[in-house]
């Protein structure tokens, strides 16, 4: 399978900036796997909608898949309870 690029949403940093430092790592190595395989273990594609999520820990990584042209976008990173309220 090609790797796939990763590019993020600008809003995604704002996202990232609260999150402690431990999180911060493993999301950012789950972010990581994306590139390799978008559609892994977890991955689970939201309802009415042409995006995806992944679980890591209470936070979960949103994000869109473009096979055409082997691009994942990351839309959003946040906690569990906020992450689906702006989609």
């Known amino acids: 399978m090609a790797k796939f ?3 993020f949403r600008e809003s995604v ?3 990232l900036r609260g999150i ?4 911060l790592k493993r999301i950012l190595r789950r972010i990581d796997d994306l590139a390799e395989n978008p559609r892994g273990p977890g991955s689970e594609k ?3 909608s042409e995006s995806y ?3 890591q820990g209470m936070y ?3 994000y869109e898949i473009h096979d055409e042209v082997l ?3 990351v839309v ?3 906690n569990r309870r906020d992450v689906y309220r702006g989609i």
């Open 20 to 23: 402690p430092k431990g999180d």
């Open 13 to 15: 940093a704002k996202d």
């Open 71 to 73: 691009v994942v976008v």
């Open 5 to 7: 690029s990763l590019t």
């Open 53 to 55: 999520r992944v679980r």
């Open 46 to 48: 939201l309802a009415g």
């Open 60 to 62: 979960r990584i949103v």
């Open 76 to 78: 959003e990173v946040g």
